[in-house]
């Protein structure tokens, strides 16, 4: 029903920049809150950066003034500026989305749904 695809990954060095993206398409009524995970290998998941239909924005600490966080409504997508990269930084970023879609007829119901995840390494 919805799709989430995530492209912008790769190999960069440290203090270098990446900027992902999100594009969700499918049966979507309306984008509501959007953000970023990442995870580590042996790491749980951890929260990077949301921001909300009226774009406000929240950033875990250890990216505050180094990542970015941006969605561009009427492409249905989300980006993720990342600069000033760290080796810590490296992990399988995940973007989130939550979208209203039409159920059925005038029902309506609030999803999430998730990216497929898109390595991000950080390397001399």
């Known amino acids: 029903q919805v799709q989430l695809v995530e492209s912008g990954g790769g190999l960069v060095q440290p203090g270098g920049s990446l900027r992902l993206s999100c594009a969700a398409s499918?049966?979507?009524?309306?984008?509501?809150?959007m953000g970023w995970y990442r995870q580590a290998p042996g790491k749980e998941r951890e929260l990077v950066a949301t921001i909300t239909s009226g774009s406000s924005t929240n950033y875990a600490d250890s990216v505050k003034g180094r990542f970015a966080i941006s969605r561009d409504n009427a492409k249905n997508t989300v980006y993720l500026q990342m600069n000033n990269l760290k080796p810590e930084d490296t992990a399988v970023y995940y973007c989130?989305?939550?979208?209203?879609?039409?159920?059925?007829?005038?029902?309506?119901?609030?999803?999430?749904?998730w990216g497929q995840g898109t390595q991000v390494t950080v390397s001399s």
């Open positions: 989130n989305v939550e979208v209203t879609v039409v159920v059925v007829s005038t029902i309506s119901s609030r999803r999430n749904f």
């Open positions: 499918g049966s979507i009524l309306s984008i509501n809150a």
